[in-house]
């Protein structure tokens, strides 16, 4: 029997293993992590992406430009429920210039993983910045 | 028996009922729709917020303070597992100050609820600023 335990570590670990390659330009270990019906948003984007094709699309031009030296993947927490995992995390970005590390991104991340006959695959992913620096501080109770 | 068909438009009511709420001030009814073990991004947020009592604390002091007068809740799609369902979809919420009508707030959302005996409950929620303006367009390519 697997246990929820061993669900949360082998998604984690999942998640780990794309972000490493992502880090160094690579969004393949990802792709390969996509199912064929994933929805996605990151703040580039103008509107949810849908489907792994568009997503191969969208990581194309990118592939080869990305760089993470060092990652924290924070207070990971997995949501299970029947054959879907539900992963979410913060993460901050570091890169090391001239001797000198600095964080370059932070994240919010959501990654609901459903389980396949091949593996865990992510059907849904989120990523958005946080606290981004707006002209507006919060335009719902401004 | 229940289809995805009814599934996706019960979800789809649901959030529907609460955005109206949401927009006249009263965070009300998505405290109700939150499971205990809720687990929440928004951009305003250091980190995630975990659970119920966090997220009623978290709304309290905007309370009667949140005004959208007009949302257009786009490409909604229902991911069903199980008795789970993830719900994703565009937001721009608008805003008429002397008779003129603005957009104020555009938005990547992500409910992921799950199935209970009391109805559909949100156990993850997950809100972003579309193209939010930054110093660096992304630091991860830059």
Same mark, same amino acid.
């Given at each position: 029997?697997?246990?929820?335990?061993?669900?949360?570590?082998?998604?984690?670990?999942?998640? @780990?293993?794309?972000?490493? @390659?992502?880090?160094?330009?690579?969004?393949?270990?990802?792709?390969?992590?996509?199912?064929d019906e994933i929805t996605y948003?990151?703040?580039?984007?103008?509107? @949810?992406?849908?489907?792994a094709a568009a997503m191969a699309a969208l990581f194309a031009p990118i592939t080869g430009k990305i760089r993470v030296d060092r990652y924290d993947l924070l207070r990971p927490l997995v949501q299970q429920h029947g054959d879907t995992a539900l992963l979410s995390f913060n993460l901050v970005s570091y890169r090391t210039d001239g001797g000198r590390e600095r964080a370059i991104s932070s994240w919010n991340a959501t990654e609901a993983y459903r389980r396949t006959p091949q593996g865990w695959r992510i059907f849904h992913s989120h990523w958005s910045f946080i606290r981004p620096e707006l002209k507006d501080a919060n335009p719902e109770t401004a």
């Open positions: 029997m697997t246990t929820a335990i061993d669900v949360a570590a082998e998604v984690i670990a999942l998640e @780990r293993a794309a972000l490493d @390659r992502w880090g160094q330009g690579d969004p393949s270990v990802y792709l390969a992590l996509f199912a948003f990151d703040p580039a984007q103008e509107q @949810r992406v849908d489907g």
